[in-house]
């Protein structure tokens, strides 16, 4: 199993950090419906737990998720049986032919594939563009630098019935990158299990990141919210267009 998103952490995230998969889902719902895409196969990207990939379900599209993390992958199937789930990096896992690409809540940030860290999303966003058919869209949110204000470390606190998280995080300016620090707590009988996670990013502005999806051949717009839900400051969507 990879060291991110192990066991534990993945069951917190999917039980405590549901908002922003549920949220969003409304909104991403109506771009795919606005871009004549009221069906057809949606291949989610980082799919996490399977909570974007249920409201896709109970939309009426197929849905194929690719995610890292095994756990998470073990949660998906539980989440949304009726879909389709493979544990695998986004970057060099096959897209299979699609209607629409989605890769939701910042998980295109993640430095989790050394061996494509240098390469950025440039080689992804052709085997999207590939994958998809005319008229197909990509939709995806990643973060931009200023996180974290320089030379500063921003920590934080979340709490649930039967689990808790600090985290740490670190902005690099030099490299465009951060990083997160975390330590979660998840009872396990009478007792709590400690489980120790560090996660690295890399930030991308938005104006590069519109840029390198119009090199791909797309048609690109660029958002600060899904539909009602906004997104966070320096944390941008894109809806990429396959004319």
Known sequence: ?????????????????ADFALKSAPGILEILKDNGIPDGLVVDLGCGSGLWARELLGAGYRVHGIDISEAM????????????????????????????????????????DPAYEERGLR????????????????????LGPGQVPAGVKKQGFSKGPDWAVLNEKEEDEETGTMERRIV????????????????????????????????????????????????????????????
């Open 1 to 17: 199993m990879v060291d991110w998103y192990r066991e534990d952490l993945a069951y917190i995230h999917d039980v405590g950090h």
């Open 73 to 112: 992958i073990e949660l998906a199937w539980q989440k949304a049986p009726g879909a389709e789930f493979r544990v695998g990096s986004l970057f060099e896992a096959e897209i299979p032919p699609c209607d629409a690409v989605t890769a939701v809540s910042e998980v295109l940030n993640y430095l989790f």
């Open 123 to 142: 080689d992804l966003f052709g085997r999207v563009h590939g994958a998809l058919r005319p008229g197909g869209v990509f939709v995806f949110d990643v």
């Open 184 to 243: 979660s707590f998840r009872r396990v009988g009478d007792l709590y299990r400690r489980t120790d996670e560090v996660h690295r990013v890399r930030l991308y502005g938005p104006q590069e990141t519109a840029a390198a999806l119009g090199r791909a051949g797309f048609e690109v717009r660029t958002m600060g919210s899904y539909g009602g839900y906004p997104l966070g400051e320096n944390h941008a969507a894109f809806v990429a267009r396959k004319t």
